[in-house]
Nanobody, 124 residues
């Protein structure tokens, strides 16, 4: 059974960095592209980043390009989101998600499994 668990969130000042991790504790994911999404209070959940199963391709929300980097270590069943130069508008609950395909996607509906989320708060 797929069980995604995020960690690494917290409170950071603007300009700071955080690295989020998402582990598949069920160790069942094989051939799955992964995505990172976020949801701020009162807003829809939005796409942030996605990475193919092999890790060779990544895609990002325009506002995080050059600041965020998605990566993965399939041997450790873990996906990462390195977030640098954080801004107050990055404040949200961040979720990782897995889909039944090795192809990356920015669409929420393409993802079958979701973690519980981790809070990221960026102070000005």
């Amino acid at each position: 059974q797929v069980q995604l668990v995020e960690s690494g969130g917290g409170l950071v000042q603007a300009g700071g960095s955080l690295r989020l991790s998402c582990i598949d504790s069920g160790r069942t994911l094989r051939g799955n592209a992964m995505g990172w999404f976020r949801q701020a209070p009162g807003k829809e959940r939005e796409f942030v980043a996605t990475i193919t199963w092999g890790g060779s391709s990544t895609y990002y929300l325009d506002s995080v390009k050059g600041r965020f980097t998605a990566s993965r270590d399939n041997a450790k069943n873990t996906v990462y989101l390195q977030m640098n130069s954080l801004k107050p508008e990055d404040t949200a609950v961040y979720y990782c998600a897995a889909r039944h395909s090795p192809v990356a996607s920015s669409k929420k509906a393409d993802y079958a499994y979701w973690g519980q989320g981790t809070q990221v708060t960026v102070s000005s």
